[in-house]
């Protein structure tokens, strides 16, 4: 079997560059979202090149585009999905125009850069790319290549991928997907991770609510529900539930310990394989506070107090107080056992309840697939040195919504950044931006995926 050449590597960046400056433009901050602006861009772009997308419009200006290159069937869809949609900006803290979409030193500055309409951008080059070689070359696909850019992720109401699962199922289902959150490379000591988002957190969201005897606020008494509640949210501040670590934790912090070495790798080593040292406190363990955060809350299940709502009158004490907490769950966590857990570590002498507003299941995904040792293999020619790992993303994408169509959903969207800057420091920040170099590097490396992928599995 003879493949053909691959594509002019400068013009597929600079394709990238182009259509993320365009796609910038367009203000799709989310609410409102206007993605339909996104979607018939890039419908527009499809056409011209030869292929007809399906556009759907979930809602009046909520638009969804779907566009396929047909393999010989021989093996299943890959997916390659993202979300057009961006969060608002504080204008006035910005240096540029966030919906400019300007160059400069050699970053491309907007609302969007890296979350996520940079990584739209090298899908819509990869897979016209991929559609070029395919119609002109003969490239021999074995799987169809599926591309969506979908609305409604950052401010979820359901108007995205969530309602195209649901409802046009066929057009989305794929035997794998790549998405947003891994493939970035991060500069830990002197050695460069690439995470791969293979799992993610589930999410709980609930009202803690406290009740009191309500009152004159003359008469100071015990049973005040504003008191109950201080006591509680405290405690839960310092309350710490059991470790857990899932397979991609295990995968990750093995190969973070490894790559980082010397006394902080063997004291995470020794962290993860010995049960007894569970209870130590991360930062004890791992010199950066930050990482030390980030180890901690892909291997516990975490609760934070976020929103307070008491009283309405300075001299009247209230029956009830509200705390809102935002809890993050590991696979195999239930909303249940959470709050089991909860009322346990509270003890029984504050009266409070728990009531849930909204959860979603944490996800995990193998990664002794063909697709994952790809990715390894393709990252590690890129750059030999580079060490990556699978991750347990901690927010919620919209991978749980792509996982309900069966398919193994990967956070792979590679971009090689300089040390110093951090994909994680800069999404959803002002003067968001990305280096023209990232994208010119990781468009070819997600080239490479997944023509390969597609040919050859
Ligand atoms: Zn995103």
Same mark, same amino acid.
């Given at each position: 079997m003879s493949v053909p050449p691959p594509p002019n590597w400068q013009s597929l960046a600079d394709d990238t560059v182009r259509y993320l400056r365009d796609l910038i433009r367009l203000d799709t901050s989310n609410p409102p979202g206007n993605e339909m602006l996104a979607a018939e861009y890039i419908a527009r772009v499809l056409r011209a090149a030869g292929v007809e997308p399906v556009v759907i419009e979930t809602a009046p200006k909520r638009g969804n585009v779907i566009a396929r290159v047909k393999g010989d069937?021989?093996?299943?869809?890959?997916?390659?999905?993202?979300?057009?949609?961006?969060?608002?900006?504080?204008?006035?803290?910005?240096? +540029?125009?966030?919906?400019?979409?300007?160059?400069?030193?050699?970053?491309?500055?907007?609302?969007?850069?890296?979350? +996520?309409?940079?990584?739209?951008?090298?899908?819509?080059?990869?897979?016209?790319?991929?559609?070029?070689?395919?119609?002109?070359?003969?490239?021999?696909?074995?799987?169809?290549?599926?591309l969506a850019a979908t609305a409604d992720e950052e401010n979820d109401t359901n108007?995205?991928?969530?309602?195209?699962?649901?409802?046009?199922?066929?057009?989305?289902?794929?035997?794998?997907?790549?998405?947003?959150?891994g493939g970035y490379s991060l500069h830990i000591g002197n050695r460069c991770f690439y995470p791969i988002q293979t799992a993610e957190k589930?999410?709980?969201? +609930?009202?803690?609510?406290?009740?009191?005897?309500?009152?004159?606020?003359?008469i100071p008494q015990a049973d005040n529900a504003v008191v109950h509640l201080a006591r509680a949210v405290d405690k839960l501040a310092r309350m710490r539930l059991p470790a857990r670590i899932t397979p991609t934790s295990r995968a990750f912090i093995a190969g973070l310990a490894e790559g980082i070495g010397g006394g902080q790798g063997i004291a995470l080593r020794a962290w993860l394989d010995m049960d007894a040292l569970r209870e130590v406190p991360l930062h004890r363990l791992v010199g950066d506070p930050g990482l030390a955060a980030e180890l901690y809350a892909v291997t516990h299940d975490t609760v934070v107090p976020t929103v307070l709502r008491a009283g309405y009158k300075t001299n009247v004490v209230p029956s009830s107080a509200e705390a809102t907490l935002d809890c993050r769950t590991l696979p195999g966590s239930t909303p249940d056992a959470l709050i089991e857990a909860l009322r346990q570590s509270l003890g029984n002498d504050l009266p409070v309840e728990f009531e849930v507003d909204s959860s979603g299941e944490a996800i995990e995904f193998p990664f002794d697939t063909p697709l994952f040792?790809?990715?390894?293999?393709?990252?590690?020619?890129?750059?030999?040195?580079?060490?990556?790992?699978p991750y347990m993303m901690t927010g919620a994408t919209d991978a749980k919504h792509v996982a309900k169509l069966g398919a193994i959903c990967y956070g792979f969207s590679p971009m090689q950044f300089a040390p110093g800057e951090s994909f994680f420091e800069m999404v959803h920040g002002h003067d968001e931006r990305v280096a023209v170099s990232a994208l010119?590097?990781?468009?070819?490396?997600?080239?490479e995926v997944v023509r390969d992928f597609c040919v050859t599995v």
């Open positions: 069937g021989r093996a299943a869809p890959l997916l390659l999905y993202s979300h057009t949609d961006v969060v608002p900006v504080e204008r006035e803290r910005w240096t +540029m125009d966030p919906f400019g979409g300007e160059v400069k030193d050699g970053f491309v500055y907007g609302r969007g850069a890296l979350d +996520m309409k940079g990584i739209t951008a090298m899908q819509l080059a990869v897979f016209l790319a991929i559609a070029r070689s395919v119609e002109r070359e003969g490239l021999p696909l074995r799987r169809d290549l599926i108007q995205g991928i969530g309602i195209l699962v649901e409802k046009h199922p066929d057009l989305l289902r794929a035997e794998y997907a790549l998405s947003e959150f589930g999410n709980v969201w +609930m009202r803690m609510v406290a009740r009191g005897r309500p009152g004159h606020a003359s040792k790809l990715i390894e293999r393709t990252l590690k020619q890129h750059d030999p040195q580079g060490i990556p790992l010119a590097w990781g468009v070819r490396v997600l080239y």
